[in-house]
């Protein structure tokens, strides 16, 4: 080292400083310089906000980084990505590539591996891109929306401020609050009707077991008793009346003469007219009936 001087020392100080910081600004974008990494690119419309060294993941997990990005400023046809993915990693075809941002801003590009488990893309070739629909995307495709709702929410509140300041609300919170004290006081009335319920109805459910005791003795009876001796005896009776009937209705016997006979029932009715007016005259001259005399008959 004593035949370098100071400023060979000097020299290559800044030359291994210079080495250095160009290692570690490929180690901090996640590049790096001695590996066999493959590439691939990737066409994009817009790459809003994706940068040299965002992180690409496959399935979530990193697989690799964004190497470069190329833009044709004299065409300006779609952008191109580089990416540098591990050695393992392979593309099936149909494989595509979404740029997505977290709720933070961060920007990574997820790939999305084709269906094709045995066709595989080549080093070096092109695949599509996009941006993927996320969380932001969707709030921001629904401020529009917010917006055509803002009007209506405002008149809503104001509508919902004139009803509250009305003091019928008020008038009505209160009897809201009578209403509950009532049904308050209705419910302890009927806890207390529902436990004389409970010490009552035992002594009633006894009295009903009796009367059901009652009524399947009657049943019983009921289920006894010869029915075709006692309506023997009725259709005898019955028989009996209608022979009585028949004999009234008939010219035998007394009551069938007095009921059928017209000349009998003439000299009752006589009779007794005959009868009627003997008791007048002998109410209006009893001396042409009756003779009493103290001394003896007299002689005519």
Request: net charge neutral; charged share 20%.
């Amino acid at each position: 080292m004593k035949y370098f001087t100071k400023e060979i020392q000097i020299a290559l100080a800044a030359i291994a400083g210079v080495v250095i910081l160009f290692f570690g600004m490929q180690f901090l974008k996640g590049l790096s310089v001695f590996s066999s990494d493959d590439s691939y690119y990737v066409t994009f419309d817009d790459i809003s906000g994706l940068s040299a060294s965002s992180p690409v993941y496959a399935n979530g997990f990193k697989v690799g980084v964004v190497k470069d990005i190329i833009y044709n400023y004299g065409s300006r046809e779609k952008i191109v990505a580089v990416l540098k993915l591990n050695k393992e990693m392979h593309l099936p075809k149909g494989s595509s590539a979404e740029i997505e941002s977290d709720m933070l801003g961060n920007i990574k590009v997820n790939l999305r591996l084709g269906p094709n488990p045995i066709e595989m893309v080549a080093k070096g070739d092109t695949i599509p891109g996009g941006m993927a629909v996320g969380m932001m995307a969707k709030a921001a495709g629904m401020i529009p929306e917010v917006e055509r709702i803002l009007p209506k929410l405002d008149s809503i509140m104001a509508s919902l401020n004139v009803l509250l300041a009305d003091p019928a609300i008020a008038r009505s919170l209160h009897n809201v609050e009578t209403i509950t004290d009532n049904l308050s006081e209705t419910t302890a009335q009927l806890n207390i009707m529902m436990a004389g319920l409970n010490k009552t109805v035992p002594g009633m459910l006894v009295k009903a077991d009796g009367v059901l005791g009652n009524t399947q003795a009657f049943t019983k009876q009921l289920s006894e008793m010869d029915v075709a001796a006692t309506m023997a005896k009725v259709d005898a009776t019955l028989e009996n009346v209608q022979q009585m009937t028949a004999k009234l209705n008939s010219n035998e016997g007394t009551l069938g003469l007095l009921m059928r006979d017209a000349s009998l029932y003439n000299n009752l009715n006589a009779t007794m007219g005959h009868a009627d007016s003997l008791m007048i005259d002998l109410k209006q001259n009893p001396k042409r009936y009756v003779h009493f005399s103290i001394f003896g008959k007299k002689n005519k």
